[in-house]
């Protein structure tokens, strides 16, 4: 009496969710850089530091 079952495995489904969490963090890192670059730029464009 065995159970049918068609979808994903957990270990499958976790797999996803960790590239996901990975992918998400690796974007939230490239904005923080360029938050910073665009900070950088606009203090040195109004002369704030060298």
């Known amino acids: 009496m065995g159970v049918e079952f068609d979808g994903p495995s957990r270990a499958e489904i976790i797999m996803v969710?960790?590239?996901?969490?990975?992918?998400?963090?690796?974007?939230?890192?490239?904005?923080i850089a360029n938050l910073f670059k665009?900070?950088?730029?606009?203090?040195?464009?109004?002369?704030?530091?060298?």
């Not at 665009?38 to 060298?50: A, L, W, Y």
């Open 17 to 31: 969710e960790e590239e996901n969490n990975a992918e998400t963090n690796f974007q939230k890192v490239e904005m």
């Open 38 to 50: 665009h900070v950088s730029n606009t203090t040195k464009d109004r002369g704030i530091i060298e």
